[in-house]
T-cell receptor, first 112, second 115 residues
Framework: DVKVTQSSRYLVKRTGEKVFLECVQDMDHENMFWYRQDPGLGLRLIYFSYDVKMKEKGDIPEGYSVSREKKERFSLILESASTNQTSMYLC???????????FGSGTRLTVV | AQKVTQAQTEISVVEKEDVTLDCVYETRDTTYYLFWYKQPPSGELVFLIR??????QNEISGRYSWNFQKSTSSFNFTITASQVVDSAVYFC????????????FGKGTHLIIQP
């Protein structure tokens, strides 16, 4: 089975800190995605990547950046964490367009 | 861009009742895919079904069934004889732009099955 692993299940960071959320998949998937999930808002796409070193903005990229130096790893970076970035962050990967995602278990980030 | 509406924010039924979760989507694509995901209390989203727009046959998988109506842009999900383990948040998600931009998720329907 495809596994998508997010390095931390819970994370607490201070306002202004630079935060790295890591995601690794083990099935050579081309596409990787970062979403955030907030109550009443569903899942919103932050960034995605079609291949190594490629990245595309999603619907809410402000305050975030990403890095994909290796195919299996897709990192989400909060340049200067703010309290409104407190959320559940979900990473997903898939083999290609029109295929379903495999999700990681999520990272619940709290910014204080 | 795709848009998806799950009008039911929360549904509560008693175990063994049948329940239908509604999904209405908007797309400019003539060919597209639709997905349903389940998010149990543990939090990890689980894939349930993938359906392409060419195939309008209803699909049944055990107690789960899906009704795809291209004419009304709906892709509804029915659970027959619901069980407590079906309690979860369910998301409908069309694939956008020929798959170029990833899935667009609805806000989800929180399904509560009471014993």
């Amino acid at each position: 089975d495809v596994k998508v692993t997010q390095s931390s299940r819970y994370l607490v960071k201070r306002t202004g800190e630079k935060v790295f959320l890591e995601c690794v998949q083990d099935m050579d998937h081309e596409n990787m995605f970062w979403y955030r999930q907030d109550p009443g808002l569903g899942l919103r796409l932050i960034y995605f990547s079609y291949d190594v070193k490629m990245k595309e903005k999603g619907d809410i990229p402000e305050g975030y950046s990403v890095s994909r130096e290796k195919k299996e790893r897709f990192s989400l970076i909060l340049e200067s964490a703010s309290t409104n970035q407190t959320s559940m962050y979900l990473c997903a990967s898939r083999t290609g367009p029109n295929y379903g995602y495999t999700f990681g278990s999520g990272t619940r980030l709290t910014v204080v | 861009a795709q848009k998806v509406t799950q009008a039911q924010t929360e549904i509560s039924v008693v175990e063994k009742e049948d329940v239908t979760l509604d999904c209405v989507y908007e797309t400019r694509d003539t060919t597209y895919y639709l997905f349903w995901y389940k998010q149990p209390p543990s939090g990890e989203l689980v894939f349930l079904i993938r359906r392409n727009s060419f195939d309008e046959q209803n699909e049944i998988s055990g107690r789960y069934s899906w009704n795809f109506q291209k004419s009304t842009s709906s892709f509804n999900f029915t659970i027959t004889a619901s069980q407590v383990v079906d309690s979860a948040v369910y998301f409908c998600a069309p694939d956008s732009g020929g798959g170029a931009d990833g899935l667009t998720f609805g806000k989800g329907t929180h399904l509560i099955i009471q014993p």
